[in-house]
């Protein structure tokens, strides 16, 4: 009830960009699941291209952390959410070998990780998605 509370004080755009990224990520899991990946980049990467400002790529990060957050979605769910709302940026997959295998995805803008950052550095890009 306490984050209720939280939601429930923000400004209403706010709130809707919320309820707009919180379908998203719903909607890229599910597509996820159930398309091949080469017809998922066809159907996800239509879209505008413009470079998005600075303000909209940080208020779109700090929604798909707290959605992605409440909801527990995957770092790719969230990196791939986070491409589509921010045209400008890239999703990077990386991979850690040796006695277990571990993959991770991060999201770059303009030379930093913008999502992702705390692990990134770990693990080996295999995979860029411009």
């Known amino acids: 009830m306490k984050?209720?509370?939280k939601y429930l004080a923000l400004k209403p755009r706010v709130q809707l960009r919320l309820l707009y990224v919180v379908f998203l990520q719903g909607v890229t899991r599910f597509l996820l699941t159930v398309l091949p990946f080469k017809t998922f980049r066809k159907v996800y990467g239509r879209g505008k291209k413009e470079e998005s400002s600075d303000v909209r790529a940080e208020e779109?990060?700090?929604a798909v952390?707290?959605?992605?957050?409440?909801?527990k979605t995957t770092c790719l769910v969230q990196a791939l959410v986070?491409?589509?709302?921010?045209n400008d940026s890239r999703v990077v997959i990386?991979?850690?070998?040796?006695q277990s295998f571990e993959a991770h995805a991060w999201v770059e803008r303009k030379g930093e990780v913008i999502l992702g950052e705390a692990q990134h550095a770990l693990f080996s890009p295999i995979w860029v998605w411009e």
Do not use: E, F, P
């Not at 986070?82 to 921010?86: E, G, Q, R, Y």
């Not at 990386?94 to 040796?98: L, M, P, Q």
């Open 60 to 62: 779109m990060v700090y």
């Open 94 to 98: 990386g991979v850690i070998g040796g």
């Open 65 to 71: 952390r707290t959605t992605g957050r409440v909801l």
């Open 82 to 86: 986070l491409k589509h709302l921010v």
């Open 3 to 5: 984050r209720l509370g």
